[in-house]
């Protein structure tokens, strides 16, 4: 069965530090997010990517954050200068044109900053 | 602004039993409401959905009610497995497919 794949699977940086994460999302998807999940909370949306631009973002994604489809196959987010806050678990999305509500998550990449 | 409110926060049922979380919505633009399981480690993944034009949806052993008119859905889990021992988020969207999720419920059948 075709999966969303993200890496690292964990990651660990000072603050002030860049990060980027990594995802593969499945290969006939069209449309991508991002979402995170803070240690005990609610799954929370970031963004959505489609055509090669951002379709809607959420509050949590400021300036500090960017999403990017360098090739065909990775979608990636970067956080440009971390903070204590942005430890979280990342995971990555993605649905095809024909059932576009239907999301396939990734296994996530669990963010520490220290 | 809580767009979707899950319970019980945990829940603890033998094996055989049946388990069952509750979600309420307050967006009447939601039209597809997923049930996703989680187990420690990994993404969430779809277990279950359902749109507002039908008041039940079976798949095995989940069944989803959904109340429309109370802005309601709940996940019903019979014959509970330890295998089954996850969390469970409900979730929602619209038009906009951006999914708002619940807080979410840990499940742990005992044997």
């Known amino acids: 069965e075709p999966e969303v794949t993200q890496t690292p699977s964990h990651q660990v940086t000072q603050m002030g530090q860049e990060v980027i994460l990594r995802c593969v999302p499945i290969?006939?998807?069209?449309?991508f997010y991002w979402y995170r999940q803070i240690l005990g909370q609610k799954v929370e949306f970031l963004v959505s990517f489609y055509n090669n631009e951002i379709s809607e973002k959420s509050e949590i994604f400021d300036d500090q954050f960017s999403v990017e489809r360098p090739d065909g196959s990775n979608f990636t987010l970067k956080i440009r200068s971390t903070k204590l806050e942005d430890s979280a678990m990342y995971f990555c999305a993605s649905t095809g044109g024909g059932q576009r509500q239907k999301l396939f998550f990734g296994s996530g990449t669990q963010l520490s900053v220290l | 602004q809580q767009q979707v409110k899950q319970s019980p926060q945990s829940l603890i049922v033998q094996k055989g039993g049946i388990s069952i979380i509750n979600c309420a919505y307050e967006?009447?633009?939601?039209?597809?409401f997923p049930w996703y399981q989680q187990f420690p480690g990994k993404g969430p993944a779809l277990l279950i959905a359902?749109?507002?034009?039908?008041s039940e949806k079976k798949e095995g052993r989940f069944t989803i009610s959904f109340n429309k008119s109370a802005k309601q859905f709940s996940l019903h889990i019979m014959d509970s497995q330890p295998g089954d021992s996850a969390t469970y988020f409900c979730?929602?969207?619209?038009?906009?497919?951006?999914?708002?999720f619940g807080a979410g419920t840990t499940v742990t059948v005992r044997a």
């Open positions: 290969s006939n998807h069209l449309y």
């Open positions: 967006n009447t633009a939601f039209d597809y």
């Open positions: 359902i749109r507002p034009d039908v």
């Open positions: 979730a929602a969207s619209g038009d906009d497919y951006k999914l708002s």
